[in-house]
């Protein structure tokens, strides 16, 4: 199946500092990609959708200052975490449309732990 | 929108039988019908999926059957092994739109 490279798998951060986590589709072609939060037991949270050289269209009640999105090629989009804190200690899951294909993938997640 | 049910919440079954875990969705204009197996600590992935052209398909012990009429898809594990067990998402969407996912089941496999 298509890949998608999510890095870091796992990141400790003090409160106050800022995370960046890269999502990258290695095998196809991505306008549109998206980024997930999950609590223990619960479901995937949609957060955003990047689209490929234009803004990205955040859910309801996600802070978009907060959760900064860039999604510069059709191969990479980035979750920027400004200013953690404790509460944004999460999993957080990236995956990428396969635009021709109109499949969903997924990375392999990261875990963000702010002390 | 859309919104996807799922049921049950965690199952459990013997090594060798088959496991069946249910979805409903509520909007009509839905189309693609992924499932999605997610281990612990890692990211989902794509086991298998259909779209709303075909009422059933088939890779090896796993199946998904579409009922368009009444608006639900199954996913079927036959033969089931150890290696089975991990959290399963289903999931619907109305053509190139974002996934809407339902609560997920925990299947877990009794050798």
């Known amino acids: 199946g298509a890949v998608v490279s999510q890095h870091p798998s796992w990141v400790i951060c003090k409160s106050g500092t800022s995370v960046k986590i890269e999502c990258r589709s290695l095998?196809?072609?991505?306008?549109?990609m998206f980024w997930y939060r999950q609590f223990p037991k619960q479901s995937l949270m949609l957060m955003a959708t990047?689209?490929?050289?234009?803004?990205?269209?955040?859910e309801q009640g996600v802070e978009k200052d907060k959760f900064l999105i860039n999604h510069a090629s059709l191969t990479l989009s980035t979750l920027t975490v400004t200013s953690a804190h404790p509460e944004d200690s999460s999993f957080y899951i990236c995956?990428?449309?396969?635009?021709?294909?109109?499949?969903?993938?997924f990375g392999a997640g990261t875990r963000l732990s702010v002390l | 929108g859309e919104n996807v049910e799922q049921h049950p919440s965690t199952l459990s079954v013997q090594e060798g039988d088959s496991a069946v875990i249910k979805c409903t969705y509520s909007?009509?204009?839905?189309?693609?019908f992924p499932w999605y197996k997610q281990e612990l600590g890692k990211g989902p992935q794509l086991i298998i999926d259909?779209?709303?052209?075909?009422g059933e398909k088939k890779d090896q012990r796993i199946a998904v059957t579409l009922n368009k009429t009444a608006k639900h898809f199954s996913l079927h594990i036959t033969e089931t092994q150890p290696e089975d067990s991990a959290v399963y998402f289903c999931?619907?969407?109305?053509?190139?739109?974002?996934?809407?996912f339902g609560q997920g089941t925990r299947l877990t496999i009794n050798p």
């Open positions: 995956s990428a449309r396969d635009s021709l294909r109109n499949i969903q993938y």
């Open positions: 095998d196809f072609q991505a306008t549109t």
């Open positions: 990047s689209n490929e050289g234009s803004k990205a269209t955040y």
């Open positions: 909007d009509s204009a839905s189309n693609y």
């Open positions: 259909i779209r709303s052209n075909v």
């Open positions: 999931a619907a969407t109305p053509g190139a739109q974002k996934l809407v």
